[in-house]
């Protein structure tokens, strides 16, 4: 191993009596992350109305880009010469970068991520959501898009996005996938998953190649991708086979669990992953933020954790609390002067109250999203810490099931 490469590794720490589930410290050119971890996502090298500098203060270990946004704009070519992803947007930390593959879904067919999708009846190779435009097309080969800015074709390939990734300079990037729906057919998903695997072996070897060209940079960790929607079968064949897969001497340094999931068997699609993948790599579950899927998915034994909703959903005025989530907006928290949640001790809770936000929702002021944001993030962050601490103390049973006793038991 290279010296640079050795600047990357994990370092399982205490694991539940079930042998799954851990506590853990990756190790990256850009500092520690402590797991489990929540990962902020600043899709466009922003977490959207928030500064980096306050991202740091509400404790995030790391943050996330999207590879498809940055290479379309600013474009991937700027972020390099600005010195990567860290320093074009100011962020001292470890960084990430998705491949691409998500927009297969979310731009090809119109879906959002989401965990659950109601597929009752439907089993569809061609579907799209109603009222959108088909925007890419998949082929064993890659990837053509339109670009939702302009309209224009562009060709993501394992190996563009491979090369995007380099010139973005995150710490952790992940193997370009086909993401699927759960829509599709069973034998859409075990093509799927074989196109992803040729795919995840012409990401080594483009890795492995691009690593050599650009050996004075950092080095960048590359994870697998494991899809196989909900056939246990097919995730553990496709876990199986991106664990043993080398290519050039190289393995993947770590792993993504991906596609869209049944959230009532979300713990249980992990397990089946984790069961297969190498003990001594970490494992990031790809979109996840509600604490019930943190526990669950932490239980099953995933590492990392990344997701746009706790700041999607603060732009609209939900805010999380320790009782559930609830809208600052209603008229309750007009003339409420007290904090957002009394015991948090996020930058907002210690210096605005709930009906300050209330009016700068109403006034239709940015303020608003930064606010709110900030709360949100911190108490996301905070949650999955507070899990990393249970496990280390030997109390995660019984700190899950207080937590979601307490956050379930009713919405305000």
Known sequence: MLVAEAAFGFTPGTVLPDGRGRSGVIRSPHGEIRTPAFVAVGTKATVKA?????????GAQAVLANAYHLFLQPGSDIVDAAGGLGAF???????????????????????????????????????IAEGKQRLAQVDDDGVTFRSHLNGDQLRFTPEVSMRIQHELGADIMFAFDELTTLMNTRGYQERSVDRTHA???????????????????????????????????????????????????????????????EKENLGTIVGWVTDELPFDKPRHLLGISEPDDFFAAVAAGADTFDCVMPSRVAR??????????????????????????????????????????????????????????IHNERFTVRLVDDIRTSIEAGEFEAFRTEFLGRFYSGRR
């Open 50 to 58: 928030v500064l980096p500098e306050s991202v740091a203060a509400l």
């Open 89 to 127: 947007m100011n962020w001292p930390g470890p960084t990430f970068t998705d491949s691409g593959g998500f927009q297969v879904m979310s731009l090809g067919v119109g879906f959002k991520k989401v965990l659950a999708m109601d597929t009752v009846g439907l089993a569809d190779d061609d579907v």
């Open 199 to 261: 795919w995840a072996a012409r990401c080594l070897a483009e890795h492995d190649r691009l690593t050599a060209v650009r050996a004075s940079k950092p080095y960048q960790a590359l994870f697998g991708v494991v899809q196989g929607a909900q056939y246990q079968d097919l995730r553990r064949q496709a876990a199986r086979d991106l664990a043993g897969l080398t290519v050039e001497g190289r393995t993947f340094d770590g792993f993504g669990i991906g596609g869209a999931l």
């Open 316 to 373: 609209n005025g939900a805010l999380y609390t320790p009782d559930g989530r609830f809208n600052v907006v209603t008229a309750a928290n007009r003339r409420r002067f007290a904090p957002i949640d009394q015991d948090c001790d996020c930058y907002t809770c210690q210096h605005y109250t709930r009906a300050y936000l209330h009016h700068l929702f109403k006034a239709k002021e940015m303020l608003a999203s930064t606010l709110a944001t």
